[in-house]
């Protein structure tokens, strides 16, 4: 029996399969989009409840991790809307978001990769939302333009501005550095 299969007639024991097939991915995609790593880890808790009290839902079970990327991407949504979240959340640099950067035999080569991961990570959460939720679609789940369209109900153009736009910035902050980048668009 398949693991969609499985987790329409109710086996906990494929909801544990499901969220270790998937749990990373999920909570990386979440972290790059809300800027919190134990936040996005509650977003991913919540995605996989829904998924398993509405597996019939899903049309077609060969896209089940589409499906779950859609609950993340809502959730995270859902989340940046509340006002109290938005004005209270305070950025902090998470010691979490290190364990999910690569390791390299090399302590140097170590440090220098978790260093460009870590300016990566900042580059990205600079962007606004939309821009963010763009990027790590297309660049982290290797969706093609007319599926994140699909996924977010949006026009190809307007999926192909916020890619080009979000690209453009995230340029120009990983060239200018944080601290200026932070700077300039301050004053503008």
């Known amino acids: ?3 969609v299969e499985r987790l329409r007639s109710g086996e906990e024991s494929a909801l544990n399969e499901l969220m270790q097939l998937y749990g990373n991915e999920l909570v990386r995609t ?10 996005a880890e509650e977003i991913v808790q ?5 998924a398993f009290q509405k597996i019939e839902q899903l049309e077609d079970d060969n896209k089940l991790k589409g499906w779950l990327v859609i609950i993340t991407v809502n959730g995270c949504r859902a989340r940046m809307r509340k006002w109290s979240w938005k ?9 979490a978001f290190d364990q ?14 978790a260093q460009r991961n870590e300016h990566l990570h900042k580059g990205i959460q ?7 939720e763009a990027i790590t ?15 977010l109900e949006e026009n190809e153009n307007t999926v192909k501005t916020r890619i ?5 910035l995230l340029k120009d902050f990983l060239q200018k550095g944080d601290v200026q980048y932070e700077q300039q668009r301050r004053t503008k």
């Open 137 to 151: 679609l297309f660049y982290f789940h290797e969706l093609s333009i007319r599926e994140i369209s699909e996924m």
């Open 87 to 95: 004005n209270i959340f305070l950025a902090e640099k998470e010691a």
């Open 1 to 3: 029996m398949d693991l």
């Open 100 to 113: 999910l950067a690569e390791t390299d035999p090399l302590p140097e080569a170590a440090l220098l990769t």
């Open 126 to 132: 600079s962007l606004t939302y939309h821009y963010r």
């Open 164 to 168: 080009a736009r979000g690209r453009r």
């Open 46 to 50: 919540d995605t996989f409840v829904t």
């Open 30 to 39: 979440a972290v790059l989009l809300v800027k919190d790593y134990y936040l």
